[in-house]
């Protein structure tokens, strides 16, 4: 059986590597490939794919997702595998919310590549080595992490993406600096995060 792949990567030597991985493990495949989600957008409402691979890294968390929301608009039945440098415990769930077939680190080895390529082209999930949910079983929604935010925790979220310091967001929400910084470690905690940059990019996803 043919399977007619599209594959986006960010670098050449990414994208050499992974043609050439499909082509060695699924050689009945159709493989094309691009440097854009663009690309891709503009041949699925001619051409069927049965599986598109995102590279997350091309662009942000917000036009990632519209690829995928637009992929999913124009052909439902094509399955998305979204390959990415971010972390996979912090944003694995976060795309699977979205309706993916799976979420796989640059830095999984050759054999979780194959399985999570077979995975999503079976129609099921894959989400590290542990979690592979094939078609008909049951997969609870991922939750909005910002939901646990309290309002004054929103309000500081709201300002911490926008590049506001501790010492500004103090003086103007009349707190001390301490105060805020503490507030700061428990939203990173609550959103599952580590550092600013990454609790930017749930923000642009969930807002």
């Known amino acids: 059986m043919t399977h007619h792949i599209f594959l986006t990567y960010c670098h050449e030597i990414v994208g050499v590597a992974m043609k050439w991985l499909v082509q060695q493990h699924f050689p009945s ?36 997702l519209s690829a995928v929301k637009r992929i999913k608009y124009i052909s439902p039945k094509t399955n998305i595998l979204i390959f990415s440098e971010l972390d996979e415990a912090v944003f694995g769930p976060t795309y699977l919310s979205f309706g993916i077939n799976g979420f796989l680190t640059k830095k999984a080895d050759l054999q979780s590549i194959i399985r999570a390529i077979q995975t999503a082209l079976s129609g099921g999930i894959f989400w590290g080595n542990q979690h592979n949910v094939q078609p008909g079983e049951h997969i609870l929604p991922f939750a909005n992490p910002l939901d646990t935010l309290s309002a004054r925790e929103t309000q500081i979220v709201e300002r911490l993406v926008k590049g506001h310091s501790l010492t500004d967001i103090g003086r103007k929400m009349n707190l001390r600096e301490t105060t805020i910084s503490t507030y700061k470690k428990r939203i990173f905690e609550k959103a599952g995060v580590k550092t600013l940059s990454d609790l930017i990019k749930i923000w642009k996803i969930y807002r």
């Open 29 to 64: 495949s159709a493989i094309e490939e691009a440097q854009n989600f663009q690309s891709a957008l503009n041949d699925l409402p001619n051409k069927h794919y049965d599986l598109v691979v995102l590279d997350a890294d091309i662009a942000d968390s917000v036009h990632v």
